[in-house]
């Protein structure tokens, strides 16, 4: 039997977008009080919906929730003027610090160094003040240095469900990663 959920897939829809977070099933199903079966049936049913090649939105599954984003041909056009405004631009140095951080994780101020030859510090601290890394853990050794990783505002700064989604790098870019000895 055909179930029509026309209003509770229109409840959900405008909880994703009036929520500036991404969203999981629970969340939603808390804030709408529809139960989780309902809400799953909700997403499926508006994923069908903004796959339309009229819709200028997609539902993506974003650090394990969900959210409405612009569709990636549409975004290259709009980040200039819609970016994330209060996550401004990396420069190349932190970017560079950061994909480190990413690909490496968890990695130490040294490791970092004796990869980009050059000290992480400052890159480090306003990486940590933007919330896209944070400490992990201690590495086993002399001085127990701090180790870095990724945090889920990096997720959402990158539009990553997860780590696993980061581009794979080639022989050549995974020869630059690796520590010098």
Same mark, same amino acid.
């Given at each position: 039997?055909?179930?029509?959920?026309?209003?509770?897939?229109?409840?959900?829809?405008?909880?994703?977008?009036?929520? =500036?977070?991404?969203?999981?099933?629970?969340?939603?199903?808390?804030?709408?009080?529809?139960?989780?079966?309902?809400?799953?049936?909700?997403?499926?049913?508006?994923?069908?919906?903004?796959?339309?090649?009229?819709?200028?939105?997609?539902? =993506?599954?974003?650090? !394990? !929730?969900?959210?409405?984003?612009?569709?990636?041909?549409?975004?290259?056009?709009?980040?200039?003027?819609? !970016?994330?405004?209060?996550a401004g631009r990396l420069s190349r140095s932190a970017m560079e610090v950061l994909?480190?951080?990413?690909?490496?994780?968890?990695?130490?101020?040294?490791?970092?160094?004796?990869?980009?030859?050059?000290?992480?510090?400052?890159?480090?601290?306003?990486?940590?003040?933007?919330?896209?890394?944070?400490?992990?853990? %201690?590495?086993? !050794?002399?001085?127990?240095?701090?180790?870095?990783?990724?945090?889920?505002?990096?997720?959402?700064?990158?539009?990553?469900?997860?780590?696993?989604?980061?581009? %794979?790098?080639?022989?050549?870019?995974?020869?630059?990663?690796?520590?010098?000895?």
């Amino acid at each position: 039997m055909e179930v029509n959920l026309d209003k509770e897939v229109g409840f959900v829809e405008s909880v994703l977008f009036l929520d =500036s977070e991404p969203l999981t099933v629970e969340a939603i199903a808390k804030i709408t009080e529809l139960s989780e079966d309902v809400v799953e049936r909700c997403i499926e049913a508006l994923k069908e919906k903004y796959t339309q090649e009229t819709s200028g939105v997609e539902l =993506s599954l974003i650090t !394990g !929730g969900w959210t409405l984003t612009p569709k990636k041909e549409y975004w290259e056009n709009l980040k200039e003027r819609y !970016g994330n405004k209060n996550a401004g631009r990396l420069s190349r140095s932190a970017m560079e610090v950061l994909s480190i951080i990413a690909y490496k994780q968890p990695v130490t101020r040294a490791e970092i160094e004796s990869i980009r030859g050059v000290p992480p510090d400052n890159m480090i601290r306003l990486l940590v003040e933007r919330q896209l890394i944070k400490e992990v853990g %201690r590495k086993e !050794g002399p001085g127990r240095p701090v180790q870095f990783g990724t945090t889920k505002e990096f997720l959402k700064f990158f539009g990553l469900n997860s780590i696993s989604e980061l581009p %794979r790098l080639d022989e050549k870019e995974n020869e630059r990663f690796e520590l010098a000895r």
